[in-house]
């Protein structure tokens, strides 16, 4: 008999319960109720992963071999922020609850701030690691608190000093720098010292988020605030190694904008980070 | 818990014995097995209807009111047109025992010979209504029988003379339109005698195929041969009011290339066409 | 000496004391901080205009001949609905204060609002004429009051039955429409009964806001929700000779989104109308 | 032995000697020596062609029963107005005195005062018979007295009175229109007087030129200035018919940029021009 | 008296008796008869080359100095791949036969297959070198034998072991790399020891083919299947230097689609690339 | 009182007198009246600079610490170069009158001989720093003296030998490379001794002209030339600590040309140059 048409990420076809990893979207992008940007990248790199292959020359893995569940995106309230970080959180709390690996496919990046709560709860000593080109430590944007400029703040305001190391970024006000000196552990423009975090981590459970923009806008040019001058997909493409030795239990890809390039080439960048960001972390 | 991520046109929701109309998708546009225009139509649509109402004012008729399932698209052989037509034939067939309206969203126009001769060996009276602007009544095109150009005529194969009815035509070769003098009943340019069809056919069993590029490329530019001069939308739409009268036992549309228009406006035309004719001819 | 570089509407260079009508957008369309859509339409209608003679051959006038100031756009506080309508409100006084007509290009449609309510404090018997795809009567979005799907129920709070006029409106749910049958006049397609109006209104005070998605999506692809089967551009021009003989004291058009439209024709058709919209009402 | 590539509007492949009419292109939109606008039409239009068929079913006429030949793009002097006209003249004069009818496609509006001086030469009481959205009657353009402002006004010069017949214009400067009423026939906003013209000119020598901005952005968005409310193309299609009964002697369509637009529509409407047009004048 | 527009890479412009390397274009992309992709990239390639210089610094050579004709595209069967090899393989005989270099410009890869076989009757010792992203080793795609994933695979049937070596490959089933590590030499991700192969090849007959997905999509995104992590243009330049050193007999560059980058910048690489590539090859 | 509407560079809100740099747009690309090119692009960089902020982490400067004043685009006579050059020449002597330093955003590279006409007056011994991808150093473009491709060779013609410094150079005929190693200080391909100028040229006065198409087309496809394998913007950043360290006394960026790039991401490019440019050379 016939079914009603899937749509999941390329062989993440696992049910819930065989599922090591659980895929969902949340297409959050603001309030306009269609059309806007980030809402529609999980749809898009579902769709733009059928061009990749399963297999991963870089990682000598393949989606084939681990058990990978694609969820959907959330069903969220738009236009009330609060609420869908509760409704993030509750999905990620779930996923947890199976002692499973959520995996979430932004959306702005506000919308990690929900997860990690509940990552939070499970593993009280996480630590976030953020790719991104922009600091996001305000304390409020334009005197709201909660904001995707603010977000790795609110994150701070939970993991308190040492739970925050970020890379590759290249944007932010004085303010911000001067700030993430004492509070965050920073690397400006490159993702060198990455390569420590295994050392330095050990088995700290790791929430891993990376904000695409911390590619250059050259091969990345489908997000909302392109800043020049960021990381080549080849320079990127080592930091999945490292993932592969840090104990990550939670992690994020944001930021996607399909709307903004009608070339696919974003779709297709996004698409192949999810590769291997999955088979990095899924177990 | 957690279910796989469905993906189905706007409040098609039903299950395959709920259901009296099956959607399915013919993503067939060639052997270049990847990017190429029309077979990425029917997923356009899908993300798209979520644009619009389900409520149609046109036709004072609301999806929520009715049963349709949206299955996916098939799984066809690319690069092997014959096999592609069997699978499509193979799909139209098993909805056709069910007692089911089979629905198809193209793809290329040659799409519509497959589930054809599936209705055709269901109701062997059955005649084709078609909106286009092209005949397609070429008996070859470059040396080859089985073509969007001469999918009418493959079908005329099968109905002989009086079962082909053409509206909307504007392009064909002079050959084409000379031969459709004694072959086929064919208006050019407009749609005027389509409102004749319910006195001549009454209870005939009617297979109707929308090429889009039936519209002006004003209103549709993302198809793959637009010719100017075509239908606006508000032209277009009294036919769904004729197809509501006739005995309507299996439908398509066609010739969607979502990549030939970023806009999104020809996904958007593409999505309230399926949902007007699906509303006009769903029981 | 060397002036900081202005932009405006071509031709808007009276100062406030001199003007009779001013120009102010309102660049909201929720809480994302950069790119997403309607927010740039007010300063790409500024650079289009350009593109357009300052004479009207439809209306016979000129903008050379009239008085009008371009005041750039509301400095609003993103990602807050509440304050943002009051912010818009908030101008519109000061507008009216000085006994001008306050003009404003948005934004998404619920920023109507805002002026309304500082009309309505002005003019308490004054009327909405709306033009529009949708009926935006809701009473609410997924729960949310406020929200372009709901703005004209929101005006109805504050007119009550006998002060909405809808015209051109092809979309909305079944419960709209229903609801519209005794608490406003709406036309279904199209602008006919416009002309009628001026019988009608004779000096009541009118609101006219022109959602451009009124316009058929063939000539208006560069918005947020298209909707094909609308106005073209020459079913609309009438509407602006039925505007001059109505006592209009403040108008607004809505709903472009630049970044949906590569072609600039939608910029193009938003500058004409405001163009129209401004010579008919400017006294 | 194989040849070099040629590259032909479809069908039109008589030698110079076997011509009837003869295509040249003029590839002229200003100084800048890449890239910039409807330098590329010409070339875009024979790429396009070969989506249409050489039979229209308007006219009853095909290609394939005609003599044409594609000259290709005449060699000229980019950044230097007065010689680029010098040239355009020579190559409509060699036409000419072989007796052939000349047709450019442009490049801006500007180059058929080339060639138009080149026809009243051997054509001392030609007409000019013009579609087009501008008057462009100004006598100089920012003191400028060449321009694609001023270039009818400058075919005025050679005409004087009477020999200027203007259709579908709906903008100009309020002067343009006022001087028009003295000095030329002109149509404002449609073309619903052009059948008038067999009888009024009957076998006076013809200039045809059509502005392709006559047609509507809807249709036609791929120009330099897209002004809202003109013809669809079934509006212009009767056009073409008229210029079957009058004595052509020379025609030019102008003012298609292809990189205004992605989707191609633009080239497709444009080649459709030239086909209609070129069947129709051909002897 | 005028000729036929001519259309030519820039400064090819010798006589197929003058010529030392013969330019052809393979339109092959499948089935379908309009604008699908790579089918238009050997017309694009020549009008871009019109904004580059005949001259190459990096070479220190110019078009100017070697005889080189382009023939235009080969007429080929739409939608038969066996005939359109055949046809592909007649145009490279011909040329070889009059001891000429044949230059293809595809197509998608599959087009490869068909001038290999005419080399290797020619030179049965000849070798593929071969710059790609994909390995195309499968030994059918989906059942079918003759694909653009299976075009290498097909060339290792002709030259078995040793005849085989690919560079810049980063994407493929496990499979395919497995089989590679005995049938081919493959270098993944970089091309780092194509620099070797004058010494190691000598005066062995080469094939080159550039399937142009080898670059990274930020440069290069107007291709089918858009493989992040490949080569910038800068590292791909050295290549040139290395088949100047090579007995290269025949060449191809294959995969660029141009309606996938508006922006032209595609158009424009694989422009350069030909350059480079003819001024290397060509004695 | 409500004031015209401004529109400036982010943060660029000094009045003239207390402007250290005076920024001033040069949209000319031509004698086009409407739309192509370059001429949109001050206008593009001004809405661009709002996604950025105000603090360069490069430079570890801010420019809501320095006063820069925009004064908007130079009022020119379109399509008469020879008075757009004295228009430009004359903005510059006005700034540099008032011991302020003229920052110009054109337009094509042709207008940088306006204003370095003025700076020479002012600074006899001024030399040009130049950042390109193409020499300019034609003696004439197709037989005319003034144009983008000949640009420098007329600075050339002021400074005489020994004036001109171009880095990054990758395209030109043999002639201009040959005629360089007599004349001027041209790196190919690299901008590696642009660190040597500060001990070579001490406080010798310094024109700074950054074409953008210097850098690669992969993260500037909006310019009228794109010319693969330039600098990516990692590479270029360096160049601003340069420019720190000379005595610039006048700068500008040409060549942005925002309708050949969609995504915008040109805009973000040029307008982020125009900050660290601005920063690096204003006291």
């Known amino acids: 008999m016939m079914q009603p048409n899937k749509h999941v990420y390329m062989a993440c076809e696992a049910t819930f319960e065989e599922a090591s990893t659980v895929i969902y979207g949340a297409p959050f992008d603001?309030?306009?109720?269609?059309?806007?940007?980030?809402?529609?990248?999980?749809?898009?790199?579902?769709?733009?992963s059928y061009g990749l292959e399963t297999y991963s020359p870089y990682l000598n893995k393949d989606l084939e071999d681990v058990q990978i569940m694609d969820s959907g995106d959330v069903d969220i309230t738009i236009g009330n922020k609060v609420k869908?970080?509760?409704e993030l959180e509750a999905t990620a709390r779930e996923i947890?609850?199976?002692?499973?690996?959520?995996?979430m496919i932004g959306g702005e990046h506000l919308v990690t701030l929900g997860p990690f709560r509940a990552v939070h709860e499970k593993y009280p000593d996480v630590v976030l690691v953020q790719l991104d080109a922009h600091t996001d430590l305000r304390d409020d944007y334009m005197g709201e608190p909660l904001s995707h400029a603010t977000v790795v703040r609110r994150i701070h305001d939970i993991t308190g000093d040492g739970g925050i190391y970020q890379y590759g970024?290249?944007?932010g006000t004085k303010e911000e720098f001067d700030w993430s000196?004492?509070?965050?552990?920073?690397?400006?423009?490159s993702i060198n010292t990455l390569k420590d975090l295994p050392d330095l981590l050990k088995d700290t459970p790791v929430?891993?988020?990376?904000?695409?923009?911390?590619?250059?806008?050259?091969?990345?040019?489908?997000?909302?605030?392109?800043?020049?001058?960021g990381l080549?997909?080849?320079?990127?493409?080592?930091?999945?190694?490292?993932?592969?030795?840090?104990?990550?239990?939670?992690?994020?890809?944001?930021?996607?904008?399909?709307p903004y390039?009608?070339?696919?080439?974003?779709?297709?960048?996004?698409?192949?980070?999810?590769?291997?960001?999955?088979?990095?972390?899924?177990?």
């Open 232 to 258: 080549t997909y080849k320079e990127l493409e080592p930091a999945f190694k490292v993932f592969e030795q840090l104990n990550v239990v939670a992690a994020d890809i944001v930021e996607l904008s399909p």
């Open 84 to 86: 869908v970080l509760e």
């Open 261 to 283: 390039d009608a070339s696919g080439v974003s779709n297709a960048v996004a698409a192949k980070v999810a590769r291997e960001l999955m088979l990095a972390i899924t177990k």
């Open 96 to 103: 947890l609850k199976a002692d499973k690996l959520p995996f």
């Open 30 to 48: 603001g309030t306009v109720s269609n059309r806007p940007g980030t809402r529609f990248a999980a749809d898009a790199i579902r769709s733009e």
């Open 181 to 189: 000196d004492t509070h965050t552990t920073l690397e400006k423009f």
């Open 207 to 229: 929430y891993v988020t990376i904000d695409l923009d911390c590619l250059d806008p050259s091969i990345f040019p489908g997000t909302g605030t392109p800043e020049p001058g």
């Open 169 to 171: 970024i290249r944007s």
